[in-house]
């Protein structure tokens, strides 16, 4: 049974994870193979300023393998076959002038409320990260180091993408705190966090398809005491 989302940031349910337990840490994987392999591989799904990418960083803490879509994203910007074609669609504008690197806010106005201009990057960035992706799960799926194998990817939902995960974790924080993040790490207001997730999915649909939920108001020291304890519910889960 999934969590039920009562609202904004307001997160309940069997698997809702909360309160101040010390997390449990499995020193050997369940015998029984998961879908994509020995390891289980995660999605990480939450709203902007929930602390997703924090949690992603817990979770590397706790020898899990992080794949950061996003970043992988940002280095196919650097191919010199996909800086050309951009140039070629959108003019030297979309370049930083001091580097001569793709400038990525450059690209984002061109393609913000503009789904063709979207639906163009995508066709050039989204199989260069896709078979990234592939290649970094069949290494990690084998590499001794690592329990888990949990993917960081923006719009893991709407993209289809949990499909392509064994267990999904969405983090959710309260949108006060949330915006109160934005506005001090990056200057945002309320508008423009309207804004931004106006054209993404609704934060309560996206807790109710997930298989776990991580509250993160109170901040990394208790989000530390979540993750850990869900990343040992996961590995002693029997696929």
């Known amino acids: 049974m999934p969590p039920h989302a009562k609202g904004d940031g307001d997160y309940t349910g069997h698997r809702a994870v ?33 602390g997703k990418s924090t949690a992603a960083r817990l979770f590397a803490a706790l020898n899990c393998a ?20 951009l140039v070629a669609w959108w003019g030297e504008a979309v370049l930083d002038p001091a580097t001569g690197r793709i400038d990525r806010r450059a690209v ?16 050039v960035i989204h199989p260069r990260v896709h078979a990234e992706r592939q290649r970094l799960r ?9 329990c888990a194998i949990v993917e960081d990817c923006p719009l893991l939902f709407e993209k289809g993408l949990a499909a392509e995960c064994d267990v999904t974790v969405f983090v959710a924080a309260d949108r006060a705190v949330r915006l109160a993040r934005l506005t001090r790490g990056r200057g945002w207001t309320a508008a423009e966090l309207d804004r931004r997730e106006k054209n993404q999915w609704r934060l309560d649909k996206k807790a109710e398809l997930a298989d776990y939920c991580l509250e993160n108001n109170a901040g990394e020291p208790e989000l530390s ?5 869900v990343l040992s519910q996961i590995l002693q889960h029997q696929a």
């Open 18 to 50: 909360g309160g101040r337990s010390p997390p449990l840490y499995p020193l050997a994987m369940p015998s029984a193979r998961w879908r994509f392999g020995p390891k289980p591989v995660i999605g990480l799904a939450g709203g902007i300023g929930s």
């Open 66 to 85: 992080v794949i950061d879509a996003d970043a992988l994203a940002k280095a196919a910007l650097d191919e010199p076959a996909v800086r050309e074609q």
């Open 108 to 123: 984002s106005k061109q393609v913000f409320d503009r789904p063709d201009e979207l639906a163009r990057l995508e066709s």
């Open 138 to 146: 069949e290494q990690f799926q084998h590499d001794a180091r690592f």
């Open 225 to 229: 005491l979540h993750v850990g304890r």
